[in-house]
C-alpha cells in the first residue's frame, strides 16, 4: 500500500472518529447562539470547554495532514465561533467588572453612607481613647502602643529615618507593598466576616485598630515630632483608612440585617444584606492597592529625600480624588 494511499485512510479515519465531537460541539455553539452561555449549565459548559479545546487541536491537525479542504473550512468556521463566544464572555465580563468600579461601587457607598459614617466614628472613637489615655497616662505607651514602636521613641525613629539616603530597592518595596495589601486586606475582610456577629465583632475590630492610632498620634507629638508623623501615615492613610472604614460597614451592614430585618425573614434579609456588604467589601480592593504601594514607597521617604509638604500634597490630593470618586461617580445616568 503507497504512502499516499495510507495517508487517505488516516485522514478518513480522523474524520469518522471525531465529527461526532464536532456535531455536539455545533450542538452547543447553536445553543448558546439562541438561548446563551447561561443555557447550558455548569456541566455543560465544562464540556464545552473541553469540545472547543480538542477542537482547536482537530483543526490544527487537519491543516497539518493536508485533510480536505471542505473538512478544514467547517472546523475553521467551528473554532472561530466557539472562540467568539468564550472571549465575548471574557470582554462582557471585563465591562460589568469596570462598571462596577466606575459606578455601581460609588454608588453604593452614598446608599451605605450612614454604615461608612457609623463605621468611621467608632474607628474614630478608638482612636480617641487610645490618644486621651496616653495624656491621661503617659505610662500607659506599654499598652496603648503596639510592641514594634516601642523599641525606639519618637525622636530616635526620627533621627534614623532622616538619615537615611537611600530608599529601598525596587524588588524589597514591591515584597513590602504586597504584604501590606495582604495584611490590610485580611482585616477587611475580618470585620467583613464579624458582621455575622451581629455586628458586635466588627465595632470590637474597628475599635480596637483606632487606639494605636490615636496612641501614636498623641507620642510623636509630645515629642515634638508630630509633623513627621502625619507626613508619615497621611500618604497612604488616606486609601487605606477609607478602604478599612468601607469594609466595616459592610460587617455593620450585615450586623444591621441580623438585628432589624424589617419585614423580610431573618434569613431573607441577611441574603440581600450580604450581597450589598460583598460587594462593598471587595469594591475596595483598589483602594488598598494604592495604600500599600503609597506605603511601601513615599511613606517610607523622609526628609531631605522628600519634603514633609510634598507628602502632605500627595495626601490632599487623594483625598480630593476619593472624595470627588466616591461622592459622583456613576451620578450620572446612562442609558440602558
Not at 468611621?120 to 480617641?128: S, T, V
Not at 508619615?232 to 460597614?249: C, F, K, N, S
Request: with cysteine.
Amino acid at each position: 500500500m503507497s504512502s499516499s494511499t495510507r495517508r487517505a485512510l488516516d485522514i478518513n479515519r480522523f474524520v469518522h472518529e471525531r465529527t461526532p465531537a464536532w456535531r455536539k460541539l455545533e450542538e452547543l455553539l447553536l445553543s448558546i447562539e439562541r438561548d446563551g452561555f447561561g443555557s447550558l449549565g455548569l456541566s455543560g459548559a465544562r464540556q464545552f470547554g473541553k469540545l472547543y479545546r480538542a477542537a482547536s487541536s482537530d483543526l490544527i491537525r487537519a491543516r497539518g495532514e493536508t485533510a480536505d479542504a471542505n473538512v478544514v473550512d467547517y472546523l475553521n468556521d467551528l473554532v472561530a465561533r466557539a472562540y467568539a463566544i468564550v472571549h465575548a464572555g471574557k470582554s462582557r465580563r471585563e465591562r460589568a467588572v469596570l462598571g462596577f468600579y466606575r459606578r455601581g461601587f460609588p454608588r453604593l457607598v452614598r446608599e451605605e453612607a450612614r454604615m461608612i459614617g457609623l463605621s468611621a466614628a467608632i474607628f474614630l472613637l478608638g482612636g480617641f481613647v487610645g490618644a486621651g489615655t496616653l495624656i491621661l497616662d503617659p505610662d500607659a505607651e506599654s499598652v496603648m502602643i503596639p510592641p514594634d514602636h516601642q523599641e525606639r521613641l519618637p525622636e530616635e525613629r526620627v533621627a534614623e529615618d532622616e538619615a537615611q539616603t537611600e530608599g529601598a530597592g525596587a524588588g524589597e518595596a514591591s515584597f513590602f507593598s504586597g504584604f501590606l495589601f495582604t495584611n490590610n486586606f485580611r482585616v477587611s475582610i475580618l470585620v467583613f466576616a464579624l458582621g455575622i456577629t451581629f455586628g458586635i465583632g466588627t465595632v470590637l475590630v474597628l475599635f480596637y485598630n483606632g487606639v494605636p492610632l490615636g496612641a501614636l498620634a498623641v507620642q510623636y507629638h509630645l515629642q515634638g515630632k508630630g509633623l513627621f508623623f502625619w507626613a508619615w501615615i497621611l500618604p497612604h492613610g488616606v486609601p487605606e483608612l477609607t478602604a478599612i472604614v468601607i469594609a466595616g460597614a459592610s460587617g455593620l451592614v450585615i450586623g444591621r440585617a441580623l438585628w432589624a430585618p424589617g419585614r423580610l425573614s431573618r434569613v431573607l434579609a441577611l441574603r440581600e444584606a450580604g450581597r450589598r456588604a460583598v460587594l462593598l467589601c471587595l469594591g475596595v480592593a483598589p483602594l488598598l492597592v494604592i495604600a500599600a504601594l503609597v506605603e511601601g514607597t513615599l511613606s517610607q521617604m523622609h526628609e531631605p529625600r522628600v519634603p514633609y509638604a510634598a507628602k502632605l500634597a500627595v495626601a490632599g490630593l487623594l483625598t480630593v480624588a476619593l472624595t470627588l470618586y466616591l461622592g459622583f461617580a456613576g451620578r450620572k445616568k446612562e442609558p440602558a
